[in-house]
Nanobody, 123 residues
Framework: QVQLVESGGGLVQAGDSLRLSCAAS????????MGWFRQAPGKEREFVAG????????DYADSVKGRFTISRDNAKNTVYLQMNSLKPEDTAVYYC????????????????WGQGTQVTVSS
């Protein structure tokens, strides 16, 4: 069973930066691509970014492209999401996810979820 634990959320002002971390409990996570999704109040959960565990290929939603960067540290079984130039519309609960392969962008494609971490961006 893969367990994913997010950290790094918080309250920031517009224009600030945050880095989220997702620690996986087991090295079997190396068989998955990893990603971040987010869910704002009253909205559906949406894809944010994805990365292959071994190849380093990345995928981003248009809304975050150029502002967010996904990366990974295989030695630590950890995935990161660096978020720069944050906007109030980035406010959401951010979830780490394990998926079968990069390019999968819907919640139904996710094999394992983290518990989520709140990011709030004030204007």
């Amino acid at each position: 069973q893969v367990q994913l634990v997010e950290s790094g959320g918080g309250l920031v002002q517009a224009g600030d930066s945050l880095r989220l971390s997702c620690a996986a409990s087991t090295r079997t996570v190396s068989s998955y691509a990893m990603g971040w999704f987010r869910q704002a109040p009253g909205k559906e959960r949406e894809f944010v970014a994805g990365i292959t565990w071994s190849g380093g290929n990345t995928d981003y939603a248009d809304s975050v492209k150029g502002r967010f960067t996904i990366s990974r540290d295989n030695a630590k079984n950890t995935v990161y999401l660096q978020m720069n130039s944050l906007k109030p519309e980035d406010t959401a609960v951010y979830y780490c996810a394990a998926v079968a392969h990069i390019g999968l962008r819907t919640s139904s494609d996710v094999n394992h979820w983290g518990q989520g971490t709140q990011v709030t961006v004030s204007s």
